[in-house]
């Protein structure tokens, strides 16, 4: 994984397999914020189901969005 170069990044995409954290990616804007955080779910869409996927957007410590919106939603 790559080693962001930003001190502070304003916003953050997370993403989650089976609980754990596998990707952390920095985003200066909202606008790309959001396409990260819309290709991230796009990806796991297309992954194994066996395995619960998760992503996250985050300005700080702040939640901004989230996928799937329910655990319902991931089964």
């Not at 993403?15 to 804007?29: F, H, S």
């Not at 066996?50 to 996250?56: D, F, G, K, L, Q």
């Amino acid at each position: 994984m790559e080693v962001s170069d930003m001190k502070n990044p304003p916003f953050c995409v997370f993403t989650y397999r089976d609980g754990q954290q596998v990707l952390a990616e920095d985003v200066e804007t909202d606008i790309a914020a959001r396409t990260r955080f819309a290709s991230a779910i796009d990806l796991c869409r297309t992954r194994d189901d066996a395995h619960a996927h998760r992503v996250e957007l985050r300005a700080g410590s702040d939640l901004l969005d989230s996928w799937p919106l329910s655990l319902k939603d991931s089964a």
